[in-house]
């Protein structure tokens, strides 16, 4: 006869026990994402990678707290292309943010390309995942595609919940002064007409005085009048540029026209921190995305002129002062421990930037090759760097192949949400690699695009770490490492560029800066890697689909009736969200001070009744919200570089890893084979 069954309450209480001593509890709280991003950083720009001349410690203190990824790689070596991919874990021409043309990024908020609201951001991912989104910063992705409001291809329309930055990029266009990087086009385009237009108008003068002729009047006034036009739309180009294009938004409005620079970094970092403490209880994502170190460069009064290399310099070093910012108010909140931290650039340093009497205004690439605007190692190597506490261990470093796109499928996985199944994801998880778990990267090969133009293939085979280009620029003055005549190196055109049949080939293992291509001669493998290479772009190709080319001169020219005049869209309030700045010094720590006493409305976000900002010089500004002085941001001269340069460490097994359940197609990844 069977016995007594126990109490229901006794065995409610024995599991309760049980689970005490197990360690059972509560399932650890998601993570949450704080992805930071500079604009045209050079990897030797940054103290803990090589640089002993630049202080750049709250950036360097990632390194020391998390994982230093030595060969992390843009997946376009400019702005839009590598954001696209970074956003969406895709190479760009898969979502037709890859020129056919010349232009390969937007200069006009009013141009009707974007990124295709098919496209599946990071934001949207974890949007759908409950989490609370963010972007400061730089967007540079496009704004509208019908209508000046229609706001299609807008932050908001891509996952984030809050956007306060510029839609487009910082030129030197925005900031008087700086010069414009029209430059070559108006000569190309202005100059022919304007000289034909005046020298036919002084010959018909000098013909009608001396005599020589009889000279309508109608024909000097229509030459008069058409000169007259076209140097007027000139001057009228370069009058208007700034105020149709350099704004600050604040979600859907207008929030600034043009763009002030003063006290601009410790705004976009007021309202990080900001965006933290509204959303402490609840995970988020927050894209922090720096207009440091493009140019026209800018820094407050803090830091310009302190740094050892110019106004570059003062612009790295007020970046890193923001970063600092956002780091302490994490820590204060006590939310360092449970969230992912990830710097980078999106691609190489521009080192064609300089100022008018020929001074360097682009920053360092380090030992590499190129720069912005070319797949030289110079023009896609860049930092990264990832802190994440309860799950990596502090000042690891990692020298096998990783993309921006890597970014995409780690931070999907983390936050538990499902990786899109109807399109192909070339990002990579990297937690395996950052843990330790793993020893290689799964990226055997990855394609560095120029534009929507293949340009050079990497390899990681054994011990060697191949590297073949089809093409490179043409850099002029030869030798000189850049393309200066033009602002930045083109990616096609026989002018441009230099086609090779068989590709170039590069060992970086051996060769990081790319000095010493093989030959047949001088590498036995050299046949084999090239077959293997072509195998590999034939099955990468035939798994891309077509994508209408969102940067055809269509989508990129500017377009009247796409232009913002106003304040934009509704927004909510309206001043546009002008955000009061708690007033508060920093230290030389850079530490972020409590501002839980503003003000909040029903949206969460912090108003001031009097949003009066002083300059140094004491005058009131509506319309920044923020309260400047000259010693705003101090200084942290303590800090000590570390200068053992670029790690290039390679091992010599390779090992196939699975592809985690995500649609690869055939773009090559799957091949493994050693030679």
């Not at 058409?226 to 180009?237: D, E, I, M, P, Q």
């Not at 800018?298 to 923001?322: N, T």
């Not at 360097?360 to 506490?389: D, I």
Request: aromatic share 8%; net charge negative; glycine share 12%.
């Amino acid at each position: 006869m069977p016995g007594p069954r126990p109490p229901l309450l006794g065995v409610v209480i024995a599991a309760a026990l049980a689970d005490v001593i197990l360690g059972a509890g509560p399932a650890p709280r998601p993570p949450n994402f704080l992805l930071i991003m500079a604009d045209d950083l050079g990897i030797g720009d940054l103290g803990c990678y090589g640089n002993a001349t630049l202080r750049t410690p709250h950036i360097d203190r990632l390194a020391r707290e998390g994982v230093k990824l030595t060969q992390h790689l843009a997946a376009a070596p400019l702005c839009t292309p590598s954001r696209a991919a970074f956003l969406t874990g895709r190479y760009p021409p898969r979502s037709g943010m890859a020129a056919r043309g010349r232009v390969g990024v937007y200069l006009f908020t009013a141009s009707s390309g974007g990124l295709p609201p098919s496209e599946v951001t990071i934001a949207r991912l974890l949007q759908g995942r409950g989490y609370a989104t963010a972007l400061v910063g730089k967007w540079h992705l496009g704004l509208s595609c019908r209508a000046a409001t229609d706001f299609c291809h807008h932050p908001l329309r891509h996952g984030f919940d809050r956007f306060l930055g510029v839609p487009t990029t910082n030129l030197r266009d925005c900031r008087p002064g700086a010069g414009t990087v029209f430059g070559p086009a108006l000569r190309a385009f202005a100059a022919p007409p304007l000289g034909a237009l005046g020298a036919a108008l002084a010959a018909m003068a000098a013909a009608r005085w001396a005599g020589l002729a009889r000279v309508p009047g109608w024909a000097m006034a229509a030459t008069g009048a058409a000169l007259a036009a076209v140097g007027g739309a000139a001057l009228g180009f370069l009058l208007g540029f700034r105020p149709a294009n350099c704004f600050l938004m604040d979600d859907l409005a207008v929030a600034q026209r043009p763009t002030d620079y003063g006290g601009l970094t410790r705004r976009l970092a007021d309202e990080a921190a900001r965006f933290l403490r509204r959303n402490r209880d609840r995970p988020f994502l927050l894209f922090l995305s720096f207009l440091h170190v493009h140019t026209a460069h800018f820094a407050d009064p803090g830091f310009a002129g302190r740094s050892l290399h110019g106004a570059y310099g003062d612009s790295v070093e007020e970046m890193d002062w923001g970063v600092g910012r956002v780091l302490a108010a994490l820590d204060e909140l006590g939310l360092a421990g449970h969230t992912l931290v990830y710097f980078t650039s999106d691609h190489g340093a521009h080192v064609e930037e300089l100022g008018p009497r020929g001074e360097r205004l682009g920053g360092s690439n380090g030992v590499f090759r190129g720069g912005k605007g070319n797949n030289w190692e110079g023009g896609v190597r860049v930092p990264g760097l990832v802190r994440f506490p309860r799950e990596l261990r502090p000042g690891r470093e990692v020298s096998e192949p990783t993309s921006l796109m890597d970014v995409f499928p780690t931070v999907a996985r983390l936050a538990g949400a499902e990786l899109p199944r109807d399109r192909v994801i070339d990002g990579r998880d990297l937690m395996p690699l950052l843990r330790g778990d793993a020893l290689r990267s799964e990226h055997e090969f990855l394609f560095h695009y120029c534009n929507a133009y293949l340009q050079a293939v990497r390899w990681r085979n054994g011990s060697a770490l191949w590297k073949a280009f089809y093409f490179t620029p043409k850099f002029a003055p030869a030798g000189s490492g850049g393309c200066f005549p033009t602002h930045v190196c083109f990616c096609a055109g026989a002018a441009h560029v230099t086609r090779h049949d068989p590709p170039l080939l590069f060992d970086l293992a051996r060769d990081p800066g790319e000095r010493r291509p093989l030959t047949p001669e001088a590498e036995p493998r050299y046949r084999r890697v090239l077959d293997a290479v072509d195998a590999a772009v034939r099955a990468h190709r035939a798994g891309l689909r077509p994508a209408p080319d969102q940067l055809d001169p269509a989508h990129l020219v500017w377009k009247p009736w796409l232009q913002i005049w106003g304040r934009g869209g509704a927004g909510p309030g309206d001043d546009g969200h002008a955000q009061g700045d708690d007033g508060h010094a920093h230290g030389d720590d850079g530490h972020a001070h409590s501002d839980d006493s503003d003000a909040h409305n029903d949206d969460g976000h912090a108003h001031s009744d009097e949003d009066h900002a002083h300059d140094e010089n004491g005058h009131a500004h509506r319309d920044s919200g923020h309260t400047h002085s000259d010693d705003s941001h101090a200084l942290d001269d303590g800090h000590a570089h570390n200068d053992d340069g670029h790690a290039h460490g390679t091992s010599e097994d390779s090992h196939a890893h699975s592809d985690g359940g995500h649609a690869r197609g055939d773009d090559g990844h799957a091949q493994r084979s050693e030679l």
